[in-house]
């Protein structure tokens, strides 16, 4: 396994576990209305999306730099991955444009929910990020 | 279209059966890079192509050559 291949498995993990978490404190600490009320609860979920952004975002820059361990490969296989993000990013986006016109027609959009918007989109690019980099290698390795 | 061949894998064994991890050091690539051009998986840029042939110490097409759909070697 490659090293940046390594880590994009360690990045895709570390994203699943990372929203596991986020729904699970936004759901323990009371949902959406608690979420407009309660100003520490809304810190808490501003410190685990910008402090599992930065380990995200970490992972990956950290070796990068490193030219003993990403080579022209690596970061062919690396620049494709967005096209996989991008998607990922436009889907999840359809559905929240969809889904908040439709609940919402004719009233103002809370704005838990754009919060919510948000965070969903950041988390779909971090998954579809690491997958990308995942089938790019599968795909190098079978097709060539 | 064509497709570009190498003789990597054979060289490594005439030059005193050199281990990829030690041609992707001199080449200045990983040892997966080296395992995917030896199974023809991946094209080199001409820079590592080069860099490839210079590890050899011989010149660039003696280490690549490029087949055409009709099957002559250039």
Redesign the interface.
């Known amino acids: 396994m490659a090293p940046l291949q390594k880590r994009a498995f360690y990045g895709l993990i570390f994203s699943i576990a990372w929203v596991i978490a986020m729904v699970a404190v936004f759901i323990l600490k009371g949902g959406a209305n608690a979420f407009d009320e309660d100003q520490s609860f809304r810190l808490i979920m501003d410190s685990i999306w910008v402090g599992g952004l930065i380990v995200y975002l970490a992972l990956f820059y950290t070796i990068l730099r490193k030219s003993k361990l990403v080579d022209e490969r690596d970061k062919l296989i690396y620049d494709r991955s967005p096209r996989a993000q991008w998607l990922a990013v436009i889907f999840a986006l359809v559905a929240w444009i969809i889904g908040l016109s439709e609940g919402f027609r004719g009233q103002g959009v809370p704005t838990v929910y754009l919060y919510l918007m948000f965070f969903t989109i950041l988390s779909v690019s971090s998954i579809a990020g690491s997958i990308g980099i995942l089938v790019g290698y599968w795909r190098m390795n079978r097709n060539g | 279209m064509g497709k570009v061949k190498n003789r990597i894998r054979r060289l490594r064994f005439d030059q005193d059966e050199m281990t990829q991890d030690e041609l992707a050091n001199k080449a ?3 040892r ?2 080296i395992i ?1 051009l030896e ?7 001409i ?2 192509a080069f860099r490839i042939a210079r590890a050899f110490n011989i010149p660039l097409e003696e280490v690549f050559q490029y087949e055409d759909s009709q099957g002559g070697v250039k």
Do not use: N
């Open positions: 200045g690539c990983t997966q890079t995917a199974q023809g998986k991946y094209v080199p840029s820079e590592l």
